[in-house]
């Protein structure tokens, strides 16, 4: 079945908390969404490449996040584990329109 890329209102680009993350389901897969200190916002997936941890739920610093279980630091930008860690999660485009957060995902 092929797969086709939809673009998913995730919420009011005011009302996401900064610095904090926030889970979105969409389809089958769970999202992190994160407001930056710098504005930006980006979307990866909600699971950390060492245990699983939720990464929705970890420490933000600068464009990196601390996963909760084990402290793994995880680029927001490309999804990448700090050395000497290692692993990938994937990422997500996201689109800002009239205010809203939209993100890009294959469905």
């Not at 890329?5 to 996401?16: A, K, T």
């Not at 926030?22 to 930056?36: H, P």
């Not at 990448?80 to 009239?98: F, L, R, S």
Request: proline content about 4%; some cysteine.
């Amino acid at each position: 079945m092929e797969k086709t890329l939809s673009r998913v209102l995730i919420g009011n680009y005011s009302e996401l908390p900064e610095r904090l993350g926030k889970t979105v389901i969409i389809a089958d897969k769970e999202i992190a969404v994160f407001k930056l200190a710098s504005g930006k916002i980006r979307a990866i997936e909600n699971r950390c490449p060492h245990k699983g941890g939720v990464l929705a739920e970890g420490m933000i610093s600068g464009e990196h996040v601390f996963c909760p279980m084990h402290n793994w630091k995880i680029s927001v930008n490309d999804g990448q584990a700090q050395a000497p860690d290692e692993g990938c999660v994937d990422t997500y485009d996201v689109e800002i329109k009239n205010g809203f957060v939209y993100v890009l995902v294959n469905v």
